[in-house]
C-alpha cells in the first residue's frame, strides 16, 4: 500500500496502482516483481532478471521519473521497512540495511550531474523552506546563464525574488546586450514592491536607453503609487529630457516643488508655472513662491506680485473663508525672492499698504520701503531698456539695451537723458519717503510705525536732508536740527528754523539763539545781515548779557563795531532806565527803612499818649475798662472779647506779613523749587539776588557758623 492508500500490484510487464474507484497509473517495469513495498513516497521494487537469473533492488522516485538507487542482491526472503530504513533480509539469514541520505547529500549529486529540475522538484516534494528553493533555483539560473541561456535563466532569477539579492542578477545583466533581461527583471522587482531607488534609477535608464515609451507610460502612470520611489522617477526622466513624464508623477504624488522646477528650470514656461501655484491652497502655494520667486519675479513681475498680493491679502478665496489679517502669510516672507529686483518689490510693498492699514509687519514694511526710496543708486530696469515687453518683463535685456537707450522724450517733446531720467526718479522716491516718514508717525502716537534708528542712519547714509530734518524735530532734537542748516551754510533756512523751534512761548527752545550766534561769530565770513537779524530776537527775549554776545562775535573778524553799535546802544540805554528805576526805588527803600527804624526808637524811648475818645470797634464813648494798643487803636475791654493781646484792625494785616514769611523759610529749604525758577527764568542771578533780598538764603544756623573755623590772620575781617 502507498502512502495515498492505493493498492500497488507487480506484474512482469508492469507495476499497477489501484485506487478504490479502480485502477490508477501503472509503471513499464520489466522483469519479474519478488517483493513490492512503499518507503517515504519511494516505490521499492525487488526484479528477478530470467535472462541472467540475478535480482536488483531498484528503488523509484516516481513523481520525477528516475530511479533513486539501483544495487544487485542475492536472494531475498523478506523486505522490511522500519527504523527510518530498508531491511532486506537474505536467503542466507544476512541482512542488508539501506538508509535514506540527507536532502544536502542529494541535492550535491543532483548538481554534480546537472540535474537541476530534479533538484527543484525534490525540494519543493520535500516542503523544504523557501531559501533553501531559491539557493536550488540560483543555481540553476547560474547553470544557465553559464550556458549562456539567459532567457531562462532570467526566469529562474525571477523565481529568487524575495530570497536572492537583486544585485547579484543585476550585475550579471549590465551587459547592453542583456538590457531586455534586465528590464523584466526589475519589472518583477517593482511588482513585488521590494525596489528600491536605485533599482527604480535602473528600470527607468533601461527604458530611456530602449527609447520604449510605452512601457514608460505604463510604469510612470500605473495606479499603484507605492510601485517605486516618486523622486527618483522624477529625477530619472528629467536626466533623460522625459520632462512630461516627469510632471506627470510630481502632479500626481503631490510633489510641487519638483513639478515647477521643471516647468521653470527646464521648460521656461513660467505662465503655466503661475497657473499652477495659482491652483495650489495657500499654504503651498506660500511655500512654493518662497522657492522660485526668484526666477518668477525676473520674468513675470507683474504676475507674481499679482500671486503674492493674493496670498498676502485677503483677496480671492481667502477672503470668503474670512482669514484673519494675523493668520496670513507676511509680505516679509517674501522678501528675499526680490533681492535683484527692489524695483518690484517696492511696487509690491506699495500695493500692500495700501490694501493692508494694520498688518503685524508694518514696522519691517516701512523700514524696507524707506531703505527703498531713500538709496541712492536703486536699479531701475526702466534705465537699461527701452521698455516692457508685453508679458511685463522687466531687466531681462538689461544688459544688451543699455547701450541703446542714451535718451528719453517726454510728452512734452523735451529729450532727458539717462541722468537726468534717474535724477528725476530718485526725487520722487525721496518725495515718497518724506510722505512715509510723516505718514507713519502719526501726531497722537509718541513712537513711530518704523525704526527711528535706522531712518536717521539712512538719511544720513544719503544725505536726505529733509527727511532728517523733520525726524530730528518730531524727536525734539532741536540742536541737531539746526546743526543740519550749519553744515549746509544755508543761513536763511537757519535762521527760520530758530524763528520756528527758538520760541518758548510755543514749546521751543530759546538757547538756539545763542548757538546761532556763537555760529556766525565763528563762521570767518562776513555776516552783518543775520547777526543783526539774530541779535533782534535776542534782544527781545534778553537771552544774552551784551557782554557775552560781545565775546561771541569777536570771534569773528570780518565782522565790524556797527554790527552790534545799535544793539549795545539800546541796551546801554536799557540798561540806564533800569538803574536809575533802581536808584529811586532804593532811596524810596531807604526813606522807608529810616522812617521804620526812627518810630521803633521813638516807641522805645518816648511815652504815648491815647487821645483816642471813641471806640474803634464799636465807635461809641470810650470808658473805662478800655484797652490801647501800640498802633494808637482803642476798644472797649468787652469789644474785644477774649483776645487782648493784639489788635483786631492790624491783625489781619500782621498774620499776612508772617505767613508771607514763614512760605518764604519753607521755599528755602526746597531746593528743587528753587533751582527749577533759575532754569526757567531768562535771568537766573536776579532769582538769586530775590532770595537773598528776601532774607531766604542769607540765614545760617548757629551750627554751621560754629563750624568754620578761621584758618589765616583774615579771619578778623581786617585786610
Not at 522516485?61 to 521497512?81: P, W, Y
Not at 522500519?82 to 544476512?94: H, R, Y
Not at 529540475?117 to 528553493?133: E, K
Given at each position: 500500500m502507498s502512502d495515498r492508500l492505493e493498492l500497488i500490484i507487480g506484474r512482469p510487464e508492469a507495476v499497477y496502482f489501484y485506487e478504490v474507484d479502480g485502477?490508477?497509473?501503472?509503471?513499464?517495469?520489466?522483469?519479474?516483481?519478488?517483493?513490492?513495498?512503499?518507503?517515504?513516497?519511494?516505490?521499492?521494487?525487488?526484479?528477478?532478471?530470467?535472462?541472467?537469473?540475478?535480482?536488483?533492488?531498484?528503488?523509484?522516485?516516481?513523481?520525477?521519473?528516475?530511479?533513486?538507487?539501483?544495487?544487485?542482491?542475492?536472494?531475498?526472503?523478506?523486505?522490511?521497512?522500519?527504523?527510518?530504513?530498508?531491511?532486506?533480509?537474505?536467503?542466507?539469514?544476512?541482512?542488508?540495511?539501506?538508509?535514506?541520505?540527507?536532502?544536502?547529500?542529494?541535492?550535491?549529486?543532483?548538481?554534480?550531474?546537472?540535474?537541476?529540475?530534479?533538484?527543484?522538484?525534490?525540494?519543493?516534494?520535500?516542503?523544504?523552506?523557501?531559501?533553501?528553493?531559491?539557493?536550488?533555483?540560483?543555481?540553476?539560473?547560474?547553470?544557465?546563464?553559464s550556458k549562456q541561456d539567459y532567457d531562462e535563466a532570467m526566469a529562474q532569477y525571477i523565481l529568487t525574488i524575495g530570497h536572492l539579492e537583486p544585485s547579484y542578477v543585476i550585475q550579471k545583466f549590465l551587459d547592453a546586450q542583456r538590457i531586455y533581461n534586465l528590464t523584466n527583471y526589475l519589472e518583477k522587482l517593482h511588482e513585488k514592491g521590494l525596489a528600491s531607488k536605485d533599482h527604480t534609477t535602473l528600470l527607468l535608464n533601461c527604458y530611456t536607453k530602449l527609447k520604449d515609451v510605452d512601457k514608460l507610460d505604463l510604469f510612470i502612470k500605473s495606479e499603484d503609487e507605492h510601485k517605486f520611489d516618486v523622486e527618483t522617477a522624477i529625477r530619472v526622466c528629467r536626466a533623460a529630457n522625459y520632462h512630461e513624464h516627469a510632471m506627470y508623477v510630481a502632479k500626481k504624488s503631490g510633489k510641487h516643488e519638483w513639478y515647477l522646477k521643471i516647468l521653470l528650470e527646464d521648460l521656461d514656461r513660467y505662465d503655466e508655472a503661475l497657473q499652477y501655484i495659482n491652483s495650489l491652497d495657500p499654504s503651498q502655494a506660500g511655500l512654493t513662491v518662497e522657492e522660485y520667486g526668484k526666477i518668477l519675479v525676473e520674468h513675470k513681475p507683474k504676475e507674481t506680485i499679482q500671486i503674492l498680493m493674493r496670498l498676502c491679502t485677503e483677496e480671492g478665496e481667502s477672503a470668503k473663508g474670512g482669514t484673519f489679517i494675523t493668520m496670513l502669510p507676511s509680505p516679509v516672507d517674501f522678501l528675499n525672492i526680490f533681492v535683484h529686483h527692489p524695483q518690484s518689490l517696492m511696487e509690491f510693498l506699495e500695493k500692500y499698504t495700501n490694501k493692508v492699514k494694520d498688518s503685524p509687519a508694518q514696522v519691517e514694511i516701512h523700514n524696507t520701503l524707506m531703505e527703498l526710496y531713500l538709496s541712492h543708486d536703486l536699479d531701475f530696469p526702466s534705465l537699461s531698456q527701452t521698455g516692457s515687453n508685453e508679458n511685463g518683463d522687466l531687466g531681462t535685456n538689461r544688459g544688451s539695451n543699455a547701450a541703446a537707450t542714451t535718451s528719453r522724450t517726454e510728452s512734452n517733446g523735451n529729450v532727458l537723458s539717462d541722468d537726468a531720467i534717474e535724477e528725476k526718479y530718485r526725487k520722487e522716491r525721496r518725495r515718497k519717503g518724506l510722505i512715509l516718514l510723516k505718514n507713519a508717525w502719526p501726531a497722537e502716537q509718541e513712537q513711530p510705525l518704523y525704526d527711528v534708528d535706522l531712518a536717521i542712519i539712512l538719511c544720513e547714509m544719503n544725505s536726505f536732508k529733509e527727511g532728517l530734518l523733520y525726524l530730528y524735530e518730531k524727536m525734539k532734537l532741536y540742536k541737531e536740527v539746526i546743526a543740519c542748516y550749519m553744515q549746509a551754510h544755508d543761513h536763511e533756512g537757519l535762521i527760520a528754523c530758530c524763528k520756528r523751534l527758538g520760541d518758548s512761548g510755543k514749546g521751543g527752545d530759546p538757547s538756539l539763539w545763542a548757538d546761532l550766534l556763537k555760529y556766525f561769530g565763528e563762521l570767518g565770513e562776513d555776516c552783518s545781515k543775520e547777526v543783526k537779524e539774530v541779535l533782534t530776537y535776542i534782544e527781545r527775549d534778553d537771552m544774552l548779557p551784551p557782554i557775552i554776545v560781545l565775546q561771541t562775535l569777536s570771534r569773528n573778524p570780518c565782522l565790524t563795531l556797527s554790527v552790534i553799535k545799535d544793539y549795545i546802544a539800546r541796551k546801554l540805554e536799557k540798561e540806564s532806565k533800569l538803574i536809575d528805576e533802581d536808584r529811586i526805588a532804593i532811596e524810596k527803600y531807604q526813606e522807608e527803612t529810616s522812617a521804620m527804624r526812627k518810630e521803633i526808637q521813638d516807641l522805645r524811648t518816648n511815652a504815648r499818649i491815647f487821645q483816642l475818645s471813641k471806640c474803634t470797634a464799636c465807635t461809641f464813648t470810650l470808658d473805662l475798662p478800655a484797652v490801647h494798643f501800640m498802633c494808637m487803636h482803642s476798644f472797649h475791654q468787652r469789644c474785644l472779647g477774649d483776645n487782648e493781646k493784639e489788635c483786631p484792625e492790624c491783625a489781619p494785616e500782621y498774620r499776612s506779613v508772617l505767613e508771607t514769611k514763614r512760605n518764604l523759610e519753607q521755599n528755602s529749604k526746597n531746593q528743587d523749587y528753587f533751582f527749577q525758577q533759575v532754569r526757567s527764568s531768562k535771568n537766573g542771578f536776579s532769582v538769586i539776588a530775590e532770595y537773598f533780598g528776601k532774607g531766604i538764603i542769607s540765614k545760617t544756623n548757629k551750627g554751621s557758623s560754629e563750624a568754620i573755623k578761621p584758618t589765616n590772620d583774615y579771619s578778623n575781617g581786617s585786610f
Open positions: 485502477r490508477g497509473p501503472c509503471w513499464a517495469f520489466e522483469g519479474e516483481k519478488k517483493f513490492l513495498g512503499w518507503f517515504r513516497g519511494y516505490l521499492l521494487c525487488v526484479i528477478a532478471d530470467q535472462r541472467t537469473g540475478k535480482n536488483t533492488f531498484n528503488i523509484y522516485d516516481l513523481k520525477n521519473r528516475l530511479i533513486a538507487h539501483s544495487i544487485a542482491v542475492q536472494e531475498v526472503s523478506h523486505m522490511l521497512c522500519e527504523w527510518g530504513t530498508i531491511v532486506l533480509i537474505m536467503a542466507d539469514k544476512s541482512a542488508l540495511f539501506i538508509v535514506e541520505k540527507d536532502m544536502e547529500s542529494k541535492l550535491d549529486l543532483l548538481f554534480k550531474k546537472n540535474l537541476y529540475t530534479v533538484a527543484i522538484n525534490l525540494v519543493q516534494s520535500q516542503q523544504a523552506d523557501a531559501v533553501a528553493t531559491a539557493e536550488v533555483l540560483r543555481k540553476y539560473g547560474d547553470h544557465l546563464y
